[in-house]
């Protein structure tokens, strides 16, 4: 993670419904995460969940039905900063949606400040204190 504050140009989903962000999973694959503060856990979806699969880019954990998603980067941020591993569930709802995945709780947790900024289409993200 850099140590300095992040401003990661934001997309309208085509669906016109949700914000969100580009994500590369291990310099090889990028999904659109839709950015939702309401969901506890981050997800992906099961077609998504193939997909990572078949390249080698989902790793279990040790908790049953979480995955570990690592070597992430904001792909349309200048200079592709990296972002927080993270734990995602395999949400089947996410599918019907055609929403790839989602950034929930507990990754903005990670962060000490979040704003998004209208004007310019832009997630704006402080690290949290290192103690």
Known sequence: ???GELA?????HPSGHWIGISVT???????FMVLDTGSPASAISPGI???LRARGLLRESRTPGSYHLTA???E??????PLPNLTVRILPRLDRLAIEGLLG???????????????????????ASQL
């Open 1 to 3: 993670m850099p140590d």
């Open 8 to 12: 990661i140009p934001a997309e309208l």
């Open 25 to 31: 999973i291990g310099g090889r694959h990028t999904i």
């Open 49 to 51: 969940s193939r997909a």
């Open 72 to 74: 992430l980067t904001a």
């Open 76 to 81: 349309d941020a200048a200079r592709k900063p």
């Open 105 to 127: 709780l507990d990754f903005f947790r990670l962060f000490d400040h979040i704003c998004f900024d209208f004007p310019t289409s832009s997630l704006i993200l402080s690290p």
